[in-house]
């Protein structure tokens, strides 16, 4: 069963950093594209970032570009989105996201997948 579970969403202050993580089980995660997502309330979800399964290649929206990182850690089966610099307009629930069959190579940032976690809420305020 392939599931997905974020964690280290949390309050912080402008400014400041978060490491999520989406923990993969039911998959050998290694093989399979990893997005991630955000929703704020009142506001359409919007693709953040994505690493490719082939060549590790990453992508990121131009609204995070420059301050949020993704990584993979193929020994923990887990994807990371280190987030820093962060701005109160970060604030959202942000989700990991996989597809089956798996894809080798990031489709585009708006690609709806098949399979999500729960989500985390990451909220910056001071």
């Known amino acids: 069963q392939v599931q997905l579970v974020e964690s280290g969403g949390g309050l912080v202050q402008p400014g400041g950093s978060l490491r999520l993580s989406c923990a993969a089980s039911?998959?050998?995660?290694?093989?399979?594209?990893i997005g991630w997502f955000r929703q704020a309330p009142g506001k359409e979800r919007e693709g953040v970032s994505c690493?490719?399964?082939?060549?590790?290649?990453?992508y990121y929206a131009d609204s995070v570009k420059g301050r949020f990182t993704i990584s993979r850690d193929n020994a923990k089966n887990t994807v990371y989105l280190q987030m820093n610099s962060l701005k109160p307009e970060d604030t959202a629930v942000y989700y990991c996201?996989?597809?089956?069959?798996?894809?080798?190579?990031?489709?585009?940032?708006?690609?709806?997948?098949?399979?999500w976690g729960q989500g985390t809420q990451v909220t910056v305020s001071s």
């Open positions: 039911g998959f050998t995660l290694d093989y399979y594209v």
């Open positions: 690493i490719s399964s082939s060549d590790r290649s990453t």
């Open positions: 996201a996989t597809d089956l069959p798996p894809l080798r190579i990031c489709p585009s940032l708006s690609y709806e997948y098949d399979y």
